[in-house]
């Protein structure tokens, strides 16, 4: 199944793992204490696969176990990208695919990466959020209906930061 899933990453412009699913997709062994720099060497293997973008979601956050990052790498230009975002204890299916969904309707309405990993990352967690408070089973995923009206607004605070 890993050799199918990497097959398929050869045709990919964007890719969009999560932390877990690189190392699966490296053959590295998953561990959370991951740091930062090794998930960049890790997204650059990733590119070397073929896709050009490479999201990866859910990376420990070096300065607070209470937060989480997304990093992104773009080929085209050589940059790093990085948001951070507050971890909330809860799972729910589904939140990788509405992450992925978003991202890529960002960029198909003329958004930049830094951008529209914003706006997926704000959203997510809102819906995350959102769900969280109510007594709805985590089984049945999170409640995302009830913020898809924040994608039609604009990103006026922005917390990406270009990685160095």
């Known amino acids: 199944m890993v050799e199918h899933m ?5 045709d990919a412009d964007i890719i969009t793992p999560n932390l877990t ?9 998953y561990r959370q204490d991951v740091g930062e720099r090794e998930v960049r060497d890790w997204i650059l293997r990733l590119s070397d696969m073929g896709p050009g973008t490479i999201i990866v979601t859910s990376a420990p956050e070096p300065t607070s ?3 989480t990052s997304v990093l992104a790498y773009d080929r085209t230009d050589g940059r790093f990208w990085k948001v951070a975002c507050d971890y ?3 799972n729910y299916p589904g939140t990788g695919d509405a992450f992925a969904i ?12 830094p951008i529209a990993l914003d706006r997926a990352v704000q959203c997510v967690s809102i819906a995350i959020r959102a769900t969280f ?3 709805h089973p985590a089984r049945e995923g999170f409640l995302l209906e ?7 607004e604009p990103v006026v605070v922005s917390s990406y ?3 160095e």
Do not use: N
Not at 6 to 10: F, G, P
Not at 102 to 113: K, N, R, T
Not at 146 to 152: A, E, F, N, S
């Open 6 to 10: 990497r097959s398929y990453i050869h």
């Open 21 to 29: 699913e690189a190392a699966f997709l490296l053959d590295e062994p």
């Open 65 to 67: 176990k209470k937060r």
């Open 88 to 90: 909330i204890p809860a």
């Open 102 to 113: 978003v991202v890529v309707g960002s960029i198909l309405q003329g958004d930049s990466l």
């Open 133 to 135: 408070g109510h007594t």
């Open 146 to 152: 009830r913020v898809l009206d924040t994608l039609k």
């Open 161 to 163: 930061e270009l990685m």
